[in-house]
């Protein structure tokens, strides 16, 4: 069949297709299939940046001097946490990398990346009240007592008094807390987080990145502890 031939005998077909309602049916099914291919196509596009060919899941975002850092920047170990005050596995996982911090305070370096779930509906304003504390110095201090005390502000409807409170015990500027924690720039910090942690296609709280790869999260500190002693160790090769 001759060019001209082929493409007259594929119009042809289409009118045919088109006149009825069964072809009408047949062309959006193969239209909407197509538009579903190249959709998935793209999104293995993103995936692949994620995720290795065997599966496992690296850091996207490198640590930074804007991160919210415990420890040396140079320690052998760093441990970025993506985390959600609200969340509960989040509250008892605190003390672990709290307790690992200060077992470790030259070898490990523990980051903090905001992670707000959308069914938690005071983890943003949580995590903006330890971001407006850090802007006086004091995120660590705000991060540990919205933990220690998530049972006083997590049902309310309004916690932001709650946590003008923690602002006034740790010895902050409240005037400066308050515009902050309201501020384009806070919200925009919190938000960089979330949207980093949507890049690496994120979806549970706590996640744990040692050394730039996702871990499953350890159930107890001693498994914490054993898999950063593992990756102190030097790496060996086989000859």
């Known amino acids: 069949m001759g060019k001209g031939r082929t493409s007259t005998y594929f119009q042809h077909t289409y009118f045919l297709l088109m006149d009825s309602s069964q072809g009408k049916a047949l062309f959006w099914i193969g239209f909407i299939t197509l538009l579903g291919l190249a959709a998935y196509a793209v999104w293995g596009t993103a995936h692949k940046a994620t995720t290795t060919d065997d599966g496992q899941v690296n850091l996207l975002v490198p640590v930074s001097e ?4 415990a420890g040396p920047m140079g320690a052998p170990v760093t441990i970025v946490e993506y985390a959600d005050f609200e969340c509960p596995s989040c509250q008892a996982y605190a003390p672990v990398l709290s307790q690992l911090v200060k077992e470790y305070p030259q070898n490990v370096q523990f980051v903090y990346r905001y992670f707000p779930l959308p069914q938690h509906p005071n983890a943003v304003p949580s995590a903006r009240a330890a971001e407006a504390a850090g802007l006086q110095g004091k995120f660590w201090e705000m991060h540990d007592l919205l933990f220690a005390n998530h049972a006083e502000w997590e049902t309310q ?3 932001s008094e709650v946590f003008k409170k923690y602002a006034t015990q740790l010895g902050l500027d409240t005037a400066r807390f308050e515009t902050d924690y309201t501020s384009k ?3 925009d910090r919190v938000s960089k987080d979330a949207n980093d942690a949507a890049t690496n296609k994120l979806s549970y709280t706590p996640t744990i990145f040692l050394n730039g790869v996702r871990i499953q999260t350890p159930g107890t500190y001693e498994a914490l502890k054993a898999a950063v002693e593992a990756a102190m160790k030097p790496a ?4």
Request: net charge neutral; hydrophobic share 20%.
């Open 66 to 69: 804007s991160d919210h850092r």
């Open 157 to 159: 409807t309004n916690p």
């Open 185 to 187: 720039a806070v919200i």
């Open 236 to 239: 060996t090769t086989t000859p």
